[in-house]
T-cell receptor, first 116, second 115 residues
Framework: AQTVTQSQPEMSVQEAETVTLSCTYD???????LFWYKQPPSRQMILVIR??????QNATENRFSVNFQKAAKSFSLKISDSQLGDAAMYFC?????????????FGKGTKLTVNP | DAGVTQSPTHLIKTRGQQVTLRCSPK?????VSWYQQALGQGPQFIFQ???????QRGNFPDRFSGHQFPNYSSELNVNALLLGDSALYLC??????????????FGEGSRLTVL
């Protein structure tokens, strides 16, 4: 079974600075998807960024980018120019592509605080 | 364009009771998944419904059951509630066709407290 580990329960960053959230995963599959989701206090999970394992190029969405190291099974999220609205729980998630699975396996999350 | 809506937002039950949670998917979506998020944990997959049938199930007991209606809305039922069932229950919708983009649209959840 696949597992996702987020080793940083909490992180903090100063407004306008850069922060990196870590995620490692375990799988025997060669093709899969990885995601970062954001959960603000409103509780609604919002997709931040997505990476397909067969793509070597790291995904980027505006101020958010990932460092995908397939051999190391590592998938970190970098937030540049942090804003107060970035404060939230961040979850790393894995999805298999085998068998038409749409099940997401989530890590335990990292709470990000942005200080003004 | 309405997103995923869930009801109720909060509810309190006692052990042994039964609960029904409801979800309306995002407009145009035909697949609904349910997740349980215990306090301080990431969401855990319960099951997924497509074409009114359970398509995939996570590691949850039979006390957890669901239903999908012809209009794609869904219900999650939990029988014989235990204290450990206290959690935020998240509904997510997606479109099961073509190339899967990987994006699920989540509702704000139903917070269940079992006393």
């Amino acid at each position: 079974a696949q597992t996702v580990t987020q080793s940083q329960p909490e992180m903090s960053v100063q407004e306008a600075e850069t922060v990196t959230l870590s995620c490692t995963y375990d799988t025997s599959e060669s093709d899969y998807y990885l995601f970062w989701y954001k959960q603000p206090p409103s509780r609604q999970m919002i997709l931040v960024i997505r990476q397909e394992a067969y793509k070597q190029q790291n995904a980027t969405e505006n101020r958010f980018s990932v460092n995908f190291q397939k051999a190391a099974k590592s998938f970190s999220l970098k937030i540049s120019d942090s804003q107060l609205g970035d404060a939230a729980m961040y979850f790393c998630a894995y999805r298999s592509v085998q068998g038409g699975s749409e099940k997401l396996v989530f890590g335990k999350g990292t709470k990000l605080t942005v200080n003004p | 364009d309405a997103g995923v809506t869930q009801s109720p937002t909060h509810l309190i039950k006692t052990r042994g009771q039964q609960v029904t949670l409801r979800c309306s998917p995002k407009s145009g979506h035909d697949t609904v998944s349910w997740y349980q998020q215990a306090l301080g944990q990431g969401p855990q997959f319960i099951f997924q419904y497509y074409e009114e049938e359970e398509r995939q199930r996570g590691n949850f007991p039979d006390r957890f059951s669901g239903h999908q209606f012809p209009n794609y809305s869904s219900e999650l039922n939990v029988n014989a509630l235990l204290l450990g069932d206290s959690a935020l229950y998240l509904c997510a919708s997606s479109l099961a066709s073509g190339i899967y983009t990987g994006e699920l649209f989540f509702g704000e959840g139903s917070r269940l407290t079992v006393l």
